[in-house]
């Protein structure tokens, strides 16, 4: 288990961006930067990171980024794997990074495609839970009751389980993150760098601008969100499903704080009545037996 | 020592990117293109083609792959038709932005609805406005040159664009006809590795295509434009050291066939280009001056040549095969905007006439075009085109 | 494959063919001019235990040759983060005098 004080000091994305203060998306891509370092080449559709690199010259990123169409990080990925093949260049991660529109939404073919195609790169989805380049709409990833502009009274269906699809795949390694848990996140990672085959990491990353909370609670409300088992910290590796340290200890429901912490924090959630937040508080609890389940496995 | 290849235009378009050296291959079945993708596949898992075959789930993602592969250094190659093409779109637009030379054989088909698997120009000529150089070829050995030259004129730091190679679906693609190809040695010699105007790297990063402002976004578009200008002037050359090398020719821009001393010049694209040479001849006979003029590059748009003809002609009838809706035949707008004077002059400009043929895959005939070109030689006499846009063969 | 010399235009003559950013400290310019709250270190508090350079979303907290943490104000957009996520209260957001 790697240290913060071993991590590098180097950054690749840099200070002074368009990214809103507080953002994300941000720390995880310096979190991101610190497992994977500078051999990385980039794949960015149409989402907050086409925004966050800044105008023409400039860039806010310190490695190789191809923009691309909103539909195709996957396929563009494909690409550029397949031509660094060709070139005999071994020594470079190809990281797909797309917001949750460009994966669950728009970007799900080229994304299937590529792994089914056992695209040999890391897909990395960074999940504002809308899409949020636009001004929040709602997303297939926006959550149960969530306020965006397109759900005004709130989303009435409830988030697609996009890490456990791309496990349907049958892709060597899927595992979910989140930036406040900064060295979970960097060794899994490294982890994916090591491992042959297409990637997938999902990261839940908290957005003040979006969910309505002030740009210092980023990194709270994603420890709450860890805590009351709205987001599970796991990886599936060949196909075995396993909770990380942080959420194993959730499998016993008395150890998870109850919903309404995480979702009263935010003002996305405003009009939430406590008939929704029992649902979704029932929602959680069954998605926990799952996990049960699949642990026992 | 060439060797003669007797094949359909889609196997020959497959021979083409191997003799070409493509590195990355992405692309995806559609009528009636899909067997350049398996004649592909046959040359790769073969082992006589050293190419990356990227077996894409949609056109999109094929055209989205062959971006990421020649943006990340290697020369790439796809195929597709009608609803292919059109479902590329975006992509297309950003594959010109990117200034990136992948070449792309479009086997032309009708879009729908209704589906249609017949021959016309309705899917490449919908993708006019997109900053990719398109030819037309008339057969199979066309298709095969043409492949080829495309890489060079493309590649050339000029230009940096990308090509569609343009066929008619069922007439050519899938029609034996022998090609001449020439040895290995000499295609390498002629269409040297591929040297990118730039390429992801990690030893020199750079963002490519985030948001350009209104401050510099028209100069691209002005290079863009610009690298057109330069490919209209390249593509003769290339053509003619071709021919120099290899001997086959294809016209250039424009393949003329008896314009010098012609009253009447029909002016189209495609097969119907070869048909109407047998339409000339027979109208020589009757002694009717008609002379054609094969467009074979469409984009960049040959103005001059065509300007050229118009200076001894009285008349050029365009025979196209696709319509734009709510205007009229592309090649017929085309010329009359190239002919149409920038100053106040007393010289008058010849007729332009517009003649719809072979939409949807109708057959067009050398007969078809013998009567076209008499019905156009009387308004020729008379001064007047009676019909602006005449739809040939249309059922009652 | 030759290096590709990527700058900043001054000129059409300056352009690479296709748009090339140019990797850039400060590409949205002195971001620090966003603040409203300063986040103050009070040093004597501060454990360095890179809790707050971690955390920063926008890598503006220098890490020291001894681990010490120095906040960048010219970038700082002063979201409060650091502050929020210190664990013994080290750090102070103070109203920005302007």
Same mark, same amino acid.
């Not at chain 1, 994966?103 to 504002?128: H, K, P, W």
């Given at each position: 288990?790697?240290?913060? /004080? ?79 093949? /060709? ?70 269906? $409830? ?9 349907? $795949? ?22 994916? /760098? ?7 990491? $999902? ?53 998870? /704080? ?40 | ?8 235009? *889609? ?16 692309? +995806? ?20 083609? @050293? ?59 009708? %879009? ?5 698997? #017949? ?20 057969? *199979? ?5 043409? &492949? &080829? ?6 590649? @050339? ?6 090509? %569609? ?22 295609? @390498? ?26 401050? #510099? ?17 390249? &593509?003769?050359?290339? @053509?003619?050291? +071709? ?13 003329? +066939? ?16 070869? =048909? ?34 118009? =200076? ?15 205007? =009229? ?10 002919? +149409? ?51 040939? *063969?249309?059922?009652? | ?10 000129? !059409? ?34 454990? !360095? ?13 220098? !890490? ?30 103070? !109203?920005?005098?302007?």
């Amino acid at each position: 288990m790697v240290t913060l /004080k071993e991590l590098p000091k180097e950054e690749y994305i840099l200070k002074g961006n368009p990214a809103c203060a507080g953002c994300g998306a941000t720390i995880s891509l310096r979190l991101m930067f610190k497992a994977l370092g500078r051999k990385v080449i980039m794949i960015v559709p149409a989402c907050c990171t086409t925004v966050i690199q800044g105008p023409y010259p400039y860039t806010a990123f310190k490695v190789p980024l191809l923009n691309i169409v909103f539909e195709s990080t996957g396929a563009a990925a494909s690409g550029i794997v397949a031509a660094l093949k /060709k070139r005999g260049i071994e020594d470079v991660t190809v990281v797909g990074w797309a917001g949750d529109g460009g994966t669950v939404d728009i970007g799900l073919q080229s994304l299937s495609g590529a792994a089914e195609r056992e695209t040999n790169f890391i897909y990395i989805c960074y999940d504002n839970e809308a899409y949020g380049n636009t001004g929040m709409q709602r997303s297939g990833a926006t959550p149960f009751g969530a306020w965006t502009t397109t759900t005004p009274t709130g989303k009435r269906e $409830h988030k697609k389980d996009m890490p456990m699809i791309m496990a349907a $795949h049958g892709i060597p390694y899927v595992a979910t993150v989140i930036p406040s848990y900064p060295l979970d996140f960097i060794n899994k990672l490294r982890k994916a /760098k090591q491992i042959k085959g297409t990637k997938y990491i $999902h990261i839940l990353s908290p957005c003040p601008t979006g969910w309505r909370f002030p740009g210092s609670k980023t990194i709270e409300i994603g420890r709450l969100a860890v805590q009351t088992g709205m987001w599970a910290l796991y990886e599936i590796e060949n196909g075995e499903f396993k909770l990380n340290p942080p959420s194993a200890r959730l499998l016993d429901k008395s150890k998870r /704080k109850p919903v309404e912490l995480y979702l009263r924090a935010q003002g996305r959630f405003r009009n939430l009545t406590d008939r929704d937040i029992a649902e979704i508080q029932q929602w959680v609890d069954e998605t926990w037996e799952k996990y049960k389940r699949l642990q026992a496995n | 020592m060439t060797q003669t290849i007797i094949d359909t235009a *889609n196997h020959i378009a497959a021979y083409a990117a191997k003799a070409a050296r493509v590195k990355v291959v992405a692309a +995806y079945p559609i009528t009636p293109q899909t067997t350049i993708v398996e004649k592909i596949a046959e040359f790769v898992e073969s082992g006589e083609m @050293d190419a990356e075959y990227i077996r894409v789930e949609s056109e999109h993602s094929a055209m989205a792959a062959c971006v990421g592969a020649e943006a990340a250094g290697v020369r790439t190659f796809t195929a597709t038709s009608a609803h292919g093409l059109a479902l590329m779109h975006e992509v297309l637009h950003w594959a010109a932005g990117s200034r990136l030379p992948i070449v792309m054989a479009v086997v032309n088909r009708a %879009m729908g609805a209704p589906w249609s698997i #017949w021959p016309d120009f309705s899917d490449s000529l919908s993708q006019r406005d997109t900053g990719w150089l398109q030819f037309y070829c008339a057969d *199979n050995q066309e298709v095969f040159d043409t &492949i &080829i030259q495309a890489y060079k004129i493309c590649e @050339d730091k000029r230009v940096l664009l990308p090509a %569609m190679v343009c066929s008619e679906g069922l007439i050519l693609s899938h029609t034996f006809m022998p090609v001449k190809a020439p040895e290995q040695e000499e295609i @390498d010699d002629f269409l040297p590795p591929y040297d990118p105007g730039w390429a992801l790297d990690v030893d020199n990063p750079f963002s490519h295509a985030n948001l350009v402002s209104p401050e #510099w976004y028209m100069e691209f578009r002005y290079m863009i434009q610009n690298a057109m200008e330069n490919a209209k002037r390249l &593509i003769p050359e290339v @053509d003619r050291e +071709y021919g120099r090398r290899f001997g086959f020719e294809h016209g250039g821009l424009i393949e003329k +066939y008896q314009c010098e001393d012609a009253d009447l010049i029909l002016v189209t694209m495609g097969t119907m280009g070869s =048909e109407a040479k047998i339409s000339v001849n027979n109208l020589r006979k009757e002694g009717l001056k008609v002379g054609l003029a094969r467009v074979r590059v469409f984009r960049p748009f040959p103005k001059e040549e065509i300007r050229k003809l118009a =200076e001894n002609a009285q008349m050029l009838t365009a025979i196209d095969r696709h319509v734009s809706f709510g205007m =009229e035949g592309f090649l017929a707008t085309e010329i009359k905007a190239s002919l +149409y004077s920038r100053e106040k002059s007393a010289s008058d400009p010849p007729l332009v006439a517009g003649f719809l043929a072979g939409i949807g895959g109708r057959d067009v005939t050398y007969r078809d075009i013998e009567l076209i070109a008499k019905k156009s030689w009387k308004w020729m006499q008379a001064g007047k085109i009676e019909e602006e846009t005449v739809w040939w *063969n249309l059922r009652e | 494959m030759q290096k590709l010399e990527v700058k900043i235009p001054k000129s !059409r003559k300056d352009l690479p063919v296709t748009p090339l950013s140019v990797p850039t400290v400060g590409s949205m310019g002195k971001t620090g001019d966003w603040r409203t709250f300063k986040p103050i270190i009070d040093y004597s508090k501060c454990t !360095r235990c890179l809790l707050c350079w971690i955390y920063c979303p926008e890598g503006a907290i220098e !890490r020291g040759e001894d681990d010490t943490p120095k906040i960048d104000y010219e970038y700082c957009k002063g979201c409060g983060l650091c502050a929020n996520e210190c664990p013994v209260k080290a750090i102070n957001m103070e !109203r920005e005098k302007k």
